[in-house]
């Protein structure tokens, strides 16, 4: 069994004046046990919506509207209170975009680890004092950091530093589903380069399940064995690391990797991509990637394409995706 | 002196001997040595980048190239100027010349006003143009960096424009005074990889037109290979290595300079390496 099924998500916006946004749509994510997977896509596509929807982390003005997501057999989408709060010291955690933002500056690092400790533990195997410490100092090893660390405060530390915190701040519990949001985004390369490889290294220690969130298709393509990429709230491809990275199928995906070249080679391209992505609190019609599309044809102004199997994966896409055409002609009313 | 010399009128920027040290205010730590006897020269309308991690002195150096710090010793020349020694009185002079495109395009610009105030505050400071040809400039100068139609742009807060559109009005805004030097520092870190190109395009565009010199600061050697003629690698306050950009990348001598290529993601490499993880 799948240790994280999420069935038709959706999330909006709902601002106290103004109109909803429909940040995440119709999305269906299967984890298994110990996959290290991708969510890459531009600002503003709802990747780290559906991040936060996976782990139960949304709050006002953003809520989950519809769907369901089951953890480890349990659906989480509609727990409360000390019923979420013990599924949550069962296995899932969160490492947040920026590490620097996330700590509390008149708090050392030990503290933090304290008030996880303290908040979470069960009965008998509370880490106060000197086992606390001794835990903590363990869990900066995790992450390559001194034990000496865990007396700091975090200006006291650098940029790199303080995002390896927080990813031993999200190990504490020993989870087993972690959604990293842009854990370099923030980095130097040298610096990210080292970070990826930490996560990559305790991935495969820990055997965690683990979503990494970002919008640097090339990163996270090198860490992870299966991406998805998200556009205008919907997934619109989901396929093998090792595929992609041979070629995409859908054109948007296939926009996001032309971003990319060997500053080694002979001769440098790289081509963005143009337009806008559209509001999302506007209603559509037919395919969002269509008016940003090379490859556009007449349907794609129509119906939206559903997520159809595609190679080893899946692609929503008329043009690439045939096999999607012909699910949208059966299902008129799909959004 | 020949009259097509005089035609393209943007002096060189040179740079000689240059270093920068925190000096240590009675704590524990040390003088930080922020850069280290550095020299270059930058040739008019040439694009040279200086490429580091976090820490090397990229930053420092933009910030004495453009007079915003001293250095502790050596000499910046930019043509007649003396920029080492410039006081705040004869700056105003030299920002009319030299103008700074900075990383975050969400701090760089005033969150109440609006795309059209932001561009005509320079023309009306610098230029003492009149409130209306300063709006029509700021109009032309949208539609220079790809706003358009501008009237629409015009008019938008900050807030209303995505990241890559920002930091288009951030370099409207640079040039807006018609500068002879524009010193971009990491100017699409902070941006969508699929915003980078239309931003370094742009940049390489506005140099070839109106030339202009440009320096360009950045850890990512993919940009600095688009934009760039020559780049100037610097580790903790130091050149490490220095030369036309393709030759530097193709044949990097220094191990700094190997490592920070080998920090480029490249997912369509079509090497085996990247087929498969590789277990470091």
Redesign the interface.
């Known amino acids: 069994m799948a240790l994280l099924e999420a069935r038709g998500v959706n999330v909006a916006y709902t601002p106290a004046r103004g109109v909803r946004i429909w940040s995440v749509r119709d999305v269906d994510v299967t984890l298994e046990q110990g996959e290290f997977v991708g969510l890459v896509g531009?600002?503003?596509c709802g990747k780290t919506t559906l991040g936060f929807a996976l782990t139960r982390m949304l709050r006002p003005p953003a809520h989950l509207e519809s769907g369901t997501i089951s953890f480890d057999g349990v659906d989480i989408s509609t727990l409360d209170g000390e019923e979420l709060r013990r599924q949550r010291r069962n296995g899932f955690a969160l490492v947040l975009q920026s590490g620097m933002n996330a700590l509390n500056p008149v708090r050392t690092v030990e503290h933090h680890f304290g008030d996880i400790f303290n908040a979470h533990a069960r009965e008998g195997e509370k880490y106060l004092g000197a086992a606390g410490r001794t835990r903590g100092a363990e869990l900066l090893d995790m992450v390559r950091l001194d034990a000496e660390v865990l007396s700091r405060y975090p200006h006291e530390l650098?940029?790199g530093m303080r995002q390896r915190v927080a990813i031993a701040l999200a190990l504490a519990l020993e989870p087993r589903f972690i959604v990293f949001d842009e854990p370099t985004t923030a980095?130097?390369?040298?610096?990210?380069?080292a970070i990826m490889?930490t996560i990559?290294d305790l991935q495969h220690d820990k055997g965690f399940t683990a979503v990494i969130i970002s919008?640097?298709?090339?990163?996270v393509?090198?860490?992870t064995?299966r991406v998805m990429v998200m556009y205008a709230g919907r997934i619109i491809e989901d396929q093998p690391?090792?595929d992609?990275?041979?070629?995409a199928h859908h054109p948007y995906t296939e926009?996001?990797?032309n971003?990319?070249?060997?500053?080694?080679a002979?001769e440098?391209r790289?081509?963005?991509?143009?337009g806008?992505p559209p509001d999302l609190s506007l209603a559509m019609a037919g395919c969002p990637y269509e008016p940003r599309c090379p490859l556009a044809v007449e349907i794609c102004k129509e119906t939206d394409p559903p997520l159809a199997p595609l190679g080893r994966g899946r692609a929503a896409c008329h043009v690439r995706a045939p096999a999607a055409r012909a699910v949208a002609a059966e299902a008129p009313g799909a959004r | 002196m020949p009259a097509d010399v005089q035609q393209s009128a943007v002096p060189p920027l040179i740079v000689s001997g240059v270093s920068k040290i925190y000096a240590n205010r009675g704590r524990r730590e040390k003088a930080v040595v922020a850069v280290d006897d550095v020299s270059f020269t930058l040739e008019p309308g040439a694009a040279v980048g200086l490429v580091g991690a976090s820490g090397s002195g990229k930053s420092t150096l933009a910030k004495m190239v453009t007079a915003s710090e001293r250095p502790t010793s050596g000499s910046i020349r930019f043509g007649d100027i003396a920029v080492e020694r410039l006081r705040a009185g004869s700056k105003r002079q030299f920002h009319l010349r030299v103008q700074m495109v900075f990383q975050d395009p969400y701090g760089a610009l005033n969150p109440l006003h609006t795309v059209e105030y932001t561009i005509v505050r320079p023309c009306e400071n610098f230029l003492r143009m009149s409130p209306r040809a300063a709006r029509s400039r700021a109009h032309e100068l949208l539609e220079t960096v790809g706003l358009t139609p501008a009237a629409q742009y015009a008019a938008k807060l900050p807030h209303q424009l995505s990241g890559g559109q920002r930091q288009r009005v951030v370099i409207a805004r640079a040039l807006a005074c018609n500068p002879e030097l524009i010193v971009a520092d990491e100017p699409v870190s902070m941006l969508d990889v699929s915003l980078r190109a239309g931003v370094l395009k742009l940049l390489t565009g506005l140099r070839q037109e109106r030339g202009l010199s440009l320096l360009y600061i950045t850890h990512d050697l993919l940009s600095a290979r688009v934009v760039t003629d020559e780049i100037i690698v610097l580790n903790k306050g130091k050149i490490v290595e220095q030369g036309p950009t393709k030759q530097v990348l193709q044949h990097p001598k220094d191990s700094y300079t190997v490592q920070l290529l080998d920090a480029v993601a490249t997912p369509l490499a079509s090497t085996p390496a990247n087929a498969e993880p590789q277990a470091r």
Not at chain 1, 187 to 193: E, T
Not at chain 1, 244 to 247: Q, V, Y
Not at chain 1, 270 to 274: F, K, L, V
């Open positions: 531009e600002s503003g650098s940029g980095l130097d390369v040298i610096v990210q380069g490889q990559k919008h640097d298709l090339g990163v393509l090198e860490a064995s690391s090792t992609l990275a041979r070629g926009a996001l990797l971003c990319y070249a060997d500053p080694r002979d440098v790289i081509e963005g991509i143009p806008n």
